[in-house]
């Protein structure tokens, strides 16, 4: 059973950056397609990046292609997430996402493709 942890989160301005971990233990991180979600107060959980397992594709929401970059260390079993440019809207519990394998590309952004979850970390952008 795979254990994620996410770390990074904080209070920060519009504008500004930070960098999200997730690191995973219990399991053969190497052999997870991953996620990025993020939910906000009174809204519905939301897909931010995802990168697969095999050939290591990135996948982004509209909304954070061009800021947000999602990647990852198989050798620290570490996902990471470096969002830039800031923005209050982007405010929210962040939470990383595994599942074994491979997912299907049409499948990347749907919470319900992923087996294993952490248990988040609050980012919050003031204006």
Known sequence: QVQLVESG?????????????????GGTFSSYSLGWFRQAPGKERESVAAIRWRGGHTYY???????FTISRDNTKNTMYLQMNSLKP???????????????????????????????????????
Do not use: F, N
């Open 61 to 67: 929401a509209d909304s954070v292609k061009g800021r």
């Open 89 to 127: 809207e982007d405010t929210a519990v962040y939470y990383c996402a595994a599942r074994a394998g491979q997912i299907i590309v049409s499948a990347v952004h749907s919470p319900a493709s992923y087996h294993h979850w952490g248990q988040g970390t609050q980012v919050t952008v003031s204006s």
């Open 9 to 25: 989160g904080g209070l920060v301005q519009t504008g500004d950056s930070l960098r999200l971990s997730c690191v995973a233990s």
